[in-house]
């Protein structure tokens, strides 16, 4: 069939989708099935033996914006005795929302510009679980959802559909 690389240029997301009403979930899947992501790397799918559970949330949205204002209580407030929060930023932010995301996570990370070496950054994090706080949003974490970069990966309610991308193992309501 057709397929899209999307190994440096992000697609088009589906973004107004859901706004027709039904069901999404199969036209969902179709478009992502048109998308063709490169390779996973050896470190995506690699399990740790540690204390803490490493949990990522990644968004370009970690801003004054409604993502990071719902987003940043869960980001202070997740039990610091189980989880290790580290928050992946696409794109630079220093309004007084991100700055308080900044200072209640245990790691920030802006990702670089290009999706191969965002890829990486992401893959070399070494997470447990990746959380896609707005899946749909927009292109760059859209482009990245489509490959394996932790064991567990979710969808978040920042953009409540189904994304239909094979490599998101949960969507969290």
């Known amino acids: 069939g057709i397929q899209q690389d999307i190994s440096l ?6 973004f107004y989708l859901p706004y027709q009403g039904g069901s999404d979930r199969d036209i ?30 990644i968004s370009a949205l ?12 869960l980001i202070a407030q997740l039990g610091r005795e189980e989880f290790e929060v580290i928050v992946l930023s696409v794109g630079r932010h220093s309004d007084a929302t991100n700055q308080f995301i900044r200072s209640n996570c245990d790691q920030y990370l ?29 292109p760059f974490t859209y482009a990245l ?11 978040m309610w920042g953009h409540p559909m189904t994304s239909g991308i094979r490599a998101i193992d949960y969507f969290l309501s």
């Open 62 to 73: 970690f801003k004054d914006h409604t993502i990071g204002l719902w987003m940043s209580g």
């Open 145 to 155: 959802a489509f490959n394996q970069l932790a064991p567990v990966q979710c969808a």
């Open 9 to 14: 240029h992000p697609p088009r997301t589906p």
């Open 28 to 57: 969902q899947r179709d478009i992502a099935s048109l998308y063709c992501a490169p390779a996973d790397g050896p470190c995506a799918t690699t399990h740790r033996a540690a204390a803490k559970i490493r949990v990522g949330f």
């Open 110 to 138: 802006e990702l670089p510009s290009s999706l191969p070496a965002a890829r990486a950054a992401v893959a070399e994090s070494t997470l447990d679980i990746l959380l896609y706080t707005d899946l749909g949003m927009e």
